[in-house]
Each structure stands twice: as C-alpha cells, then as structure tokens.
C-alpha cells in the first residue's frame, strides 16, 4: 500500500523547503558518506512527498544510514539544520542570535558608558583646588567661623576695604562681605531638550503598545456548555483505539513461541512405530514402547480492573500472545474474588474458574499477585526478559530519575495535557511525544510496563497539583504534539457520542481547550482559530472547568514556561490573559514590524536622555545648546552684628530684614533684637538660576531705612553685614584677596 505521505510528481503543489545542498555538505561534515546518488535518491522522494518538513527525515534517513546510531546521528542534524531553522532554511525564522539583538547592543552600550564614568571618576588623580574665604576679624562685631578649608586647597583671606579717598561719600559706610566659598555652578540638561525627548519617547512607546483590549463578549463567539468549575467531572470519553501505534516487541514472539510447544499430560499410549522397531530389533520378540500424551497448554490471565493501564497493557498482551496462536484467556476483577470476562455478563467465583480453567498455567505480573490453587505459575518479566519495578512511583519528585529515560519522562509529563487516565491517550500521547523526539522506538511493551509502576496512573484522575507540576516539566515541541493527538482522539470521538450528552459537551471543550494552546503558539495556524476563540469566550466567563490548565496558561508569578506566544513578538512567552489582549485589540498600528521599531526607537530615546544626565558635565563645553550651565537654588545666611545702628532700625526691638533679590523678588524675615549681640538670618531657596553675569546679587534692606547694596557677581552661602553710619550710598570695591602659604604672605 502506498504511504499517504507519498504523491505524484504531477500531483505536486507544495514542496518542503528543503536546501539539499548545503544538507548534503553538513552530511559529510559529520562523517556520512553521501555522495551524487544521495542526492538523486533525495530529489526523487522529494517530488512525490506530501507530508511536513519535519517528518521528511524519516524517509531520507534510510538512503544514507547503515545502522541504528547513524540513524540517530541523522536526525539530530536533520533537525539541527531544517527544523530548528539555524541555516539553510529558506523562509524560516533568521535566528540571529545574542549578538545580532538590537536590546542586546543597547544595553551593552549603556553598561559601557556607565562603567566608564565611574572608572574616570575613581581613577581621577588630582583634586580640583576650590577657594575658601575665610572673614576678618571686625571690632564691634560678631566672629564669624569660616566654613573648613579642604586639606590641600588654597586658602584666600579676604581682607579689609579700602574706600577711595572722597570727601563727597562719608568715610563710615555700611558694607556687605561674603564669609565664605561662593556657590558652583552646575550642568543641568535643557528643560525644552528634556521636554521633547520625553514626549518622543512616550510617543513612540504609546505607538508600539498601540492596541486597546475590546470587549471580549462583542467580538468573541456564543459559547454555553453549561459547565460548572472544577476537576470532578464525567471525562471517560469513548475513542477509537490506538493499540496498534505500539511497537511489535520481539520479546513476545519468542515468549510465544515457547508457550506453545505442548506439556505433557501424565497418560500413556503405545508408540506404535517404535514397537516395530524395537520387535525387528530384538528378533520378532515383541517390547511395546510407551510415551507420555502430550497437549497444547492452557494460559489464563487474571487483570485488576480498578488500573486502567495495567488492565489494558495485559489485554494487549493477551491479543498479541493470541496472534501467536497461544492459547490464552483473560478475566478481571474488581473486587476479591468475583471474575468478569469479555462476553459473559454473569460473574465468575474463584471456584467457578479453578473448575474451569483449573488446568491452566496462570501468567501474572508480579509473584505476590499470583492465586492460591494454581500449581504452576509464570511471571510476565521472567517470560518476556524485562524489568518490572520493584516499588511504586509516587509523586512527580523524582520521577525523572526513576524513569532513567528523558524521553519516557517527557512521555509520562505529556499525559497531563489530558486531565483523566485513558489508554487510547496514554498510547497516543506516547506515539506523537516520542515521534516528535526520533524515538518512537521506545513505545514499546517495556516502556508500558514500567510506566504502570506510577502510582498516580493508577486511578481514574490525575489530580490538579500532579499535572501542574508535570505540565511545568514538559518541553514547548512535546506538549504541542501532544495536544495534536488528543485533539484528533476527541474529534474521531465524534461518531461514538450521542449529541447534547455530557460526554459530547466534554469532547468540545477539549477540542476548544487542545485548539487554543496550538494556536496561541502561532496565530498563523488558521485551522484551530475559530476552536481557540470559543475557548477564549470560555476563559472571559469564568467558565473553564479544568482548573489544572488555568493555573498553567495563567502562570501568574512566571515560574515556568508555556508555548503561548506573544502575538506582536512571537519570540516572547506571554501568559494566557496577555495573548488575549494582544489578539482581540483595536491596533493604531497593525503591522508588528512597525510596532518593533517604534520599540526600539522609545528604548533609544530614552538611553540617549540617561546618557546625557550621566555625561552632562563633559560634553557641556562642546554642547551648550544641550546643557545648562547655572546656579541651582539655595539658601543665603546674613550675619549681622547687633549694633547701635542695627538697633536704630528696629521698631519696638524687632527688626525687618529684607534680601531684594537680583530678579526682584523679596524675600522677608522678622526677629527680635531685645539682648541679642548678633542675629543669623537666613533665607531659604534663594533663586539664582538665570541671572546676568555681570548683574550683582541682591540688596539687604534693614528697616527703617538701611539699603546696602551687595556688588558681588557671585553668589556665596554666608555674608556679613557691617552696618556703619546707617546712611545709604556706600558701594565697596570687589574683594582684595592675598594668598597665605605657611608663614608666607604675599600682598
């Protein structure tokens, strides 16, 4: 019979994307000896395939492999070269890898400008000299303490005023002199320049999150299964069987041959032929020869019913061994002694089957599972030459170990996508996990056997903490073929299920469920999209009855993987809500390259707005259109001696003290003056910023009538009054400064 997978070449409308080429050259990097006739070979199966890229290897791996390694040498670089797309693949994914990812150059960028700032910051050598003045000593006055000197800076003393001999301008003048180091300007970033980097960036953000969740219940379809919440539910589906999906194990056919050779009975006969013969011999004296009446065995197989697996796996056994021509019959139980059997409604008593099949050699899986009354009795792992576990597995912890096989694990892992214990989905989860993995040898009656040894296989449910825990475990490729083939068991399902049942309502939500994980991994499988969408209206009423699979798709606190897949970034795992969003959306922007490059361009916007907050102090000589260079607010503090004119500003012992600032805002403070020698005013947040260099600072104003005027350009964050003569008009010289080193002065 022809393989479906197989067509005429005029039948020929679509072609794997296969480049034979550059397979052929890795072929003979690994050691095959492929040569121009492989290649003939290929392209002539080539044109009459049907079937998917990925089951293609299975008929080429015969026109070069000799044996089972190269077979398996085969796939991994079939699959390392055509499925998992690295190279070679025309139209496939480019898989650029770490190097070649815009975040990845991005973020390097960062990390490098971030760490070479602060290698220049604890590498710099020298420590920049910041001038201290310190104030005279003034008779009548308050000392005034100037602020610590750094240890190696230079220290300048601003000395007294010298007026300028003018018999106009009274030699008594009040005057103001900055106590203190003066205030450094700072590099700040343009407010217009971080004003639209922002909105660019936001604007950018906004147009590659462009989408606005709908409401689900308009666009979604009408779905009402009438389903309450929870696990507890009728999911003993009939379906079609799958027991020929096994592996033909040679174990059995050897195991049947020697169950069918006869045993003999205990009765004699004459042995006609041998009686002649042994008459001729002994010269026409008759000596009859006897032998023993030999019969065709009897095997009897007794099942545990309440397994639904074991009970299964020995049925199987028991077809196969009938294949052989063994003579075999099977009951079950479920309780202790009462036997069921195909055909026969009426039960069996354990007296009714020694009377029987008392004749019998009874066959069972384990010695202590063996009846009382049977004389002889054969064990399945002695009589097949397979290992049987000596303990149940209980629980998913060490499972992987117990199993010793990652394929069997991801086998086992595999059946959670099905909430009860089936053997149809059991051996159909199995065929498709292993096919998927290049090891569909292992679905063999071995593998079964020690897969029954789990002890939550044994009921009829597995419950929700097991799957959830098997689901986390299981690989992306092996739970989407899974889920294929329980989706083709429920729908065959179809023609043995009466519509309206409850059984026919849990056939549709599994067809929902299986449809919407396969198409989460990728919305261009339009073929499960309107499946999935029923599932989705499903999800938005709450109405989801399997609670395993909702824990799973959610996967709120993102500790494990799932195959849901963002729909702007496929390469992105999202959770169940998320995908949602994404695929019913009102889109500003539809195209997701687009969206990408908006992306990127708001993650580039605002790098460029941290590196320039980081580096504004160097680029700010050859930037000034970037970055601003100017005072920041802050406070000043005005020592003024309380003298006879201070006091004669006072009214009623308070005295008003008023900083008119260089952009004319004022600034107020009140004190008493009642036994106090000398008052510390200050003024808190002093604006600074934007003055004219050559515009001087402020004016002090002491009520009633004292102006003096400060003729400094700089800002300092102490000054000292010296209030003399109370009359206005006196305006002192810049600061004459000398430098002090040791004992040395120099004027």
């Known amino acids: 019979m022809q393989n479906s997978s197989l067509r005429a070449p005029e039948a020929s409308q679509e072609t794997p994307d296969l480049a034979f080429d550059e397979l052929l050259r890795r072929l003979k990097r690994e050691g095959f000896s492929a040569s121009p006739n492989d290649y003939i070979e290929f392209t002539a199966i080539f044109r009459q395939y049907n079937g998917t890229r990925e089951q293609f290897k299975y008929y080429l791996a015969p026109i070069v492999c000799r044996n089972k390694e190269e077979q398996a040498k085969f796939y991994r670089v079939y699959d390392g070269f055509f499925v998992d797309g690295r190279e070679g693949a025309r139209g496939g994914r480019k898989q650029t890898g770490l ?19 602060a290698l220049q910051l604890l590498l710099k050598k020298r420590v920049r000299d910041i001038p201290v003045i310190a104030a005279p000593v003034i008779k009548d006055s308050a000392v005034v303490t100037a602020e610590p000197a750094t240890p190696h800076g230079q220290i300048f003393v601003a000395k007294k005023l010298k007026h300028v001999a003018d018999d106009s301008i009274p030699e008594e003048r009040s005057a103001i002199i900055p106590a203190g180091k003066p205030y450094d300007k700072e590099n700040t970033l343009h407010s217009t320049l971080v004003g639209w980097l922002i909105v660019l960036g936001s604007t950018c953000c906004l147009l ?15 779905v009402d299964l009438d389903r309450r919440k929870g696990d507890g539910l009728l999911l003993n589906l009939p379906m079609l069987p799958r027991d020929h999906l096994i592996q033909q ?25 041998a009686t002649i013969r042994d008459s001729v011999r002994n010269y026409g004296l008759i000596s009859p020869v006897y032998i023993d009446i ?37 009951y079950y139980y479920r309780e202790e002694g009462i036997f069921y059997t195909e055909g026969l409604a009426e039960p069996v008593e354990e007296y009714g089957l020694m009377e029987r099949h008392g004749d019998a050699r009874l066959i069972v899986m384990r010695e202590e599972d ?32 117990w199993l010793g096989d990652e394929d069997l694990f991801q086998w086992v892992c595999a059946t959670a996508v099905y909430p009860s214990v089936k053997w149809e989905v059991l051996i159909a989860v199995g065929a498709a996990v292993l096919e998927e993995r290049g090891a569909l040898d292992k679905l063999n009656f071995e593998s079964l056997v020690k897969i029954t040894g789990i002890d939550w296989l044994k009921g009829t449910v597995i419950a929700v903490p097991v799957r959830v825990a098997l689901l986390q475990a299981l690989d992306a490729g092996a739970e989407l073929a899974a889920r294929k083939a329980v989706l083709q068991l429920v ?52 109405k989801v009855p399997d609670l395993a699979t909702v824990i799973y798709l959610k996967n709120p606190e993102k500790k494990w993987r799932t195959p849901v897949r963002s729909v702007d970034s496929p390469d992105r795992e999202v959770g169940a809500e998320r995908f949602m969003n994404e695929l019913l ?5 539809s195209d997701p390259k687009i969206r990408l490059f908006f992306r990127n361009a708001s993650l580039g916007v605002f790098m460029l707005l941290l590196l320039l907050w980081l580096f504004k102090d160097p680029i700010q000589p050859v930037g000034g259109w970037l970055i601003d260079r100017d005072y920041p607010n802050n406070a000043v503090t005005v020592v003024i001696p309380v003298n006879d004119c201070v006091r004669a500003q006072a009214d009623n012992g308070r005295l008003r003290v008023t900083l008119n600032n260089y952009d004319n805002n004022r600034y107020v403070q009140t004190y008493s003056i009642v036994g106090v020698d000398t008052l510390m005013v200050r003024f808190e947040d002093i604006t600074m910023a934007g003055k004219a260099p050559e515009k001087e600072t402020f004016q002090l104003i002491l009520d009633k009538d004292l102006v003096v005027e400060c003729p400094y350009r700089e800002f300092y964050s102490r000054y000292l009054l010296m209030a003399k003569g109370c009359a206005d008009g006196y305006r002192p010289g810049p600061p004459n400064y000398y430098r002090r080193e040791g004992n040395m002065d120099q004027q």
């Open 585 to 589: 959306a009102l889109r500003v922007i």
């Open 370 to 401: 063996a009846m009382e009354g049977w004389e002889e009795v054969l064990v399945v792992n002695e009589l097949l030459g397979i290992d049987v576990p000596d303990e149940w597995m209980r629980g998913v912890d060490g499972l992987r170990d």
């Open 294 to 330: 030999e019969r065709k065995p009897e095997y009897l197989f007794i099942v545990n019913r309440e397994n639904e697996i074991s009970y299964h796996l020995y049925r199987y056994l028991v077809q196969q061994l009938a294949a052989e021509r063994v003579q075999v019959t099977y």
């Open 491 to 542: 729908k065959e399902s179809d023609q043995l299920i009466v519509k309206g049942t409850d059984e026919y309502r849990e056939v549709l939500f599994q067809r929902y469920l299986q449809s919407f994980v396969i198409y989460s991994n990728d919305v261009r499988k339009k073929q499960y999209e309107e499946d999935a969408k029923r599932f989705m209206s499903l999800w938005d009423k709450k």
């Open 99 to 117: 190097f070649g990812s815009f975040y990845f150059w991005l973020f390097f960028l960062l990390f490098l400008a971030v760490g070479g700032r």
């Open 249 to 273: 194990a040679p174990g059995i056919a050897r195991a049947a041959a020697e169950l069918r050779l006869p045993v003999p009975t205990g009765a004699y006969r004459l042995n006609i032929p």
């Open 208 to 222: 590659s999150a462009s989408f606005f969740p709908q409401r689900r219940s308009k666009y979604l379809p009408e």
